[in-house]
């Protein structure tokens, strides 16, 4: 294994420990802190259907070496640097938290 492979596993797991915080404070009740992980986001890519209604969305969370991606449609954390790729599921309970916040802004503003 390269070393290029273990620090893309290690940003990959550290993307999804930070899903994993996050899924804590949203059961504590703590909904303010999922608006502080979005804005933390370096894009969103919202995907919509032909009614223009939010269906799903790809948030990038770093990218240039590597980058990583949560899919909030399939629920996975995606790295990839260089040729090299590594996924990991995410909490789907947090994936579902960030399209409903997602949805209420792009339907509100889209």
Wanted: proline share 1%.
């Amino acid at each position: 294994m390269s070393n290029v492979d273990d620090d893309l596993r290690g940003h990959v797991l550290y993307a999804q420990k930070r899903l994993e915080k996050l899924s804590r404070k949203l059961a504590q009740g703590k909904y303010e802190k999922l608006g502080g992980y979005i804005d933390g986001c370096l894009d969103i890519e919202v995907r919509c259907g032909f009614d223009k209604w939010y269906r799903s969305a790809e948030l990038l969370l770093a990218c240039g070496g590597p980058t990583i991606r949560l899919d909030t449609n399939n629920c996975c954390i995606s790295g990839s640097w260089g040729m090299d790729k590594y996924e990991l599921f995410a909490d789907r309970t947090v994936c579902e938290a960030i399209d409903e916040y997602l949805e209420d802004f792009f339907n509100e503003n889209g």
